[in-house]
């Protein structure tokens, strides 16, 4: 008997690990879609901005600098300039 309860008491545990994690990796992913929303709503605005004459030109580009790099899934790097994705391959890697 007292096995029998331990063996419950272990499949509920996993189980709820489980569910757990799944909903961990759902809520990422939730995320991640709407970063990229708050992004494009970001550049938006700016574009906005600009034309209504809040932004200058050289503001407005400066914020789609550090934007787009994000809506395409990298990040910009300290000094500006585009860093890629860590999973994109440049021309050179793979081949020997």
């Given at each position: 008997?007292?096995?029998l309860?331990?063996?419950i008491a272990?499949?509920?545990?996993l189980t709820a ?12 992913w939730l995320?991640?879609?709407d970063?990229r929303?708050?992004w494009?709503?970001?550049l938006?605005d700016?574009?906005?901005?600009r034309?209504?004459?809040v932004?200058?030109?050289?503001e407005y580009?400066?914020i789609?600098?550090?934007?787009e790099?994000r809506?395409?899934?990298g990040?910009?790097?300290i ?6 994705p ?5 021309p050179?890697h793979?081949?020997?």
């Amino acid at each position: 008997m007292p096995s029998l309860l331990v063996s419950i008491a272990i499949l509920v545990l996993l189980t709820a690990a489980g569910v757990g994690g799944a909903v961990v990796i759902r809520r990422r992913w939730l995320k991640s879609g709407d970063d990229r929303g708050d992004w494009a709503k970001t550049l938006s605005d700016s574009k906005n901005f600009r034309d209504e004459g809040v932004l200058s030109e050289e503001e407005y580009r400066k914020i789609r600098t550090l934007v787009e790099p994000r809506l395409r899934g990298g990040a910009p790097a300290i000094d500006g300039r585009h860093r890629p994705p860590v999973d994109a391959v440049g021309p050179d890697h793979g081949r020997k």
